[in-house]
Every structure is written in C-alpha cells, then in structure tokens.
C-alpha cells in the first residue's frame, strides 16, 4: 500500500455558469476540508488569463488559507520566477513562513502561466521568455536572498517545479527538493527522475534527493462516476491537443456530449492510463504503483472535477480506503 505523505495540488477551476467569486471561495471550504482528512499539503498554481482557471496570485491564497486552519502546509505549486522580481518572491514567502511557522512552502515554476503572449509580456514588463541562465539567475536568487536580506526564522521550503530533464538538472544543482509535474508530462518523468538523482548536489535546503510526485486522480464510487467526473478535463485536454487555448471548464453533462475525435480519445487514453482514475481500490493501487515506480517520498493529488463536494469526496475517497487497509 501507500507509505507516503499524501498531498493535493489546488488547480482552481472556475466552471461554466458561476463566476470566479465562488471559486475564490471554494479554495477556503477545500483548505480546510484537506486539513480535515488528514492531507499533508495544499498547493497552489498561478494562472493568468484563463477562461477555465482563477487569476488568483498563489501568495494570496497561501496566506488566506494558512490563515484559515492550524496544521497543514500551504504554499505555491508554483509562483513563475520570471513574473516576479525574486527579492519580492523571497520578502512574501519568508514573511508568510515566519507568521506561519513550519508550514509554508515555496514551489518554484518556469512557465509563463498563460497561453496568451500579450498577457505573458505585460507580467514581464514587456519582456519576452526568459532564458535557460536567466531562469537559473532567477532561482539562485530567491534562495539568496530568503537566507541574506529576508533571514527570517523558520525560512519557507523551497521546492523547484520540473516536467523535462531540463528542470531536474536545475534542481540537482541547487540541491532543492523537485516537485515532477506528472500530471502534465507523464512521458517525461522516468528520465527527469534519473537526471536529478544522478547529478544532485546536496545543500543546506536539502541533504539528499527528495522527489514528490503530482499525479491526476479522480476517485469515485464507481469506475463509470469517476470517468463522468472526470469528463471536463479531457474537454480541455483535446483543445490544448488541437493547439487551441483554454476552453471554459465544462459541466459533466457537456463534456459526455463533447465529439471528440477517435485521435483524441486515443490520446486521452494513454494519458489516463498513466494517472490514477476510477474507484477507491483501482486509484490506490495505481498510486503505490507510480509511488514505487518512481521511489517518490510524497504523493501530489491533483483532482479537476467540476463540483467542489465531489471534489473533496475523491480525496476523502482516497484516504479511507488506505487507512482501511491492513498494515503490511
């Protein structure tokens, strides 16, 4: 069975027919609800002008839901470096984790978090996307400056974000913790994974390799619920297939009608054949898989379903049916 922290990765999704309002504050009642069963951390990603994702800045949210529970950690899953000026990013998140202490994390991401170029330039003052050696210069000065100019105690857990080997080798070489976005680029994890544990470095944020693993999981009573749940994803999964931009996220109902090509559903396929979906036992069965497939010290749930309630219901899912699992 599974021995490892279990986490969840807070997308925000803003659905068809409500406004973004609800959705802001559905990430309280989803916090809490997390705290509730028992999940280790909640992260948060940034987004910038998305019919189907909340433009809601992570250090925001991290600070609203610290605030709104005890025990659990919050934090970005991830911040973009090159959007934000990274003496800013240090001053955020060494005060949040000062104020909250031991329970702030700091997850590092490259992306524009956008698709559309006018909106990327205008985060980045009109400039364009960064480099390799910037993204790098970026990263090594947020941890430089967490520990020289904000020197706050306790300090956030930096993490560095990866889907490619590109990421894993940054993170090997600054010794951080890498957070696989498995959810994304199933296809490039194995080699992500031996490139960061062949080249790491260790360093004061982290003696030895530590890798948690973000998987898609969508958990239901039954293997035909989990699929209808999971329906508004793979909406927006065939547009970004097609090159399109992001869709609204969907009803269930709107995305069983949905015509998808038999190239799509192909595509769908192989891609949920490497996530965790159906019921209680098929998704914890693939999540021990992936975890001792890839030695992964933490689990990363990240659940894209359209309605809050059965949203929270999967992760509640998930962990009855490990804890109702005898200890080997």
Known sequence: MIDVPLSALEVAMVQTGTRAEKTLRDTTAFAQAMERLGYHRV???????SPAIGAFPPVVLTAHSAASTSTIRFGSGGVLAPNHAPLALAEQFGTLAALHQGRIDLGIGRGPGTFDETTARALRRGAGPTTDAEYHDDVAAILSYLVDEVALDPLPEP??????TAGAALAASLGLPIALAHHIRPDNTRAALERYRADFVPSRWCERPRVLLCVETVCAETEEEAAWRGGPMNV??????????ETPFPTPEDAAAHPFT????????????QQAVGTPETVVTRLAELAGATGADELMLTTPVYDLDDRIRS???VRKHIE???AP
């Open 43 to 49: 992260w948060y990603a940034e987004h910038h002008h």
């Open 159 to 164: 993490w560095l974000l990866a889907s490619s």
């Open 236 to 245: 927006i999964k065939a547009g970004l297939l097609k090159g399109l931009s």
């Open 262 to 273: 038999a190239e799509e559903r192909q595509a769908l396929a192989a891609f949920r054949a």
């Open 315 to 317: 992760y509640e899912l």
């Open 324 to 326: 109702a699992a005898p």
